[in-house]
């Protein structure tokens, strides 16, 4: 197994692990949470240009490729229109970093509380193309309310996600 395939499966099972967790104890939360951080001693400024690898969408025990579900394609938009605001810029060829992702929805009761939620999570890796590296990671959480617009949620979190990661100078 390549050492970037390696790489995507810990963030598989990293991924599984956080939306566990989050499944454990879904009523102690109702909005979501994010958390990004870059690897140590990495300039994430240094890097100009990005791919985006279409990702992977859990819905229950199925999934698919994130370019063939409604929220892989909004996850996809948020990504690159984040990416593109801070100043990189989208590249067929030879990025400089390749950002990939696994999100999972599923729904349960919600407890004491009574009544059906949707949750869902996603994690966001980008990977430095040459090393084959991650040198960033994003992942969030939340109870989605099924009544409201989840995809301004999706967009949301992915724009918390990029809170810290840094802007181009501007040329």
Known sequence: MSPLRVKQALTYLEAGLCIAAFTAFPSCTTRSRVVAQSAAGIDLSRYKTFAI???????GDV?????????GKVLEAALREELQRRGLHEATEDPDLTFTYLAERRGGEAGDHGGKFQEGAFVLDAIDTHSKQVVWRAHAQAVIDPKAASYEQLKTAVKKAFRDFPDLPKQ
């Open 53 to 59: 690898q279409t990702g992977q969408i859990k819905t």
């Open 63 to 71: 999934v698919r490729p994130g370019n063939q579900v409604p929220r």
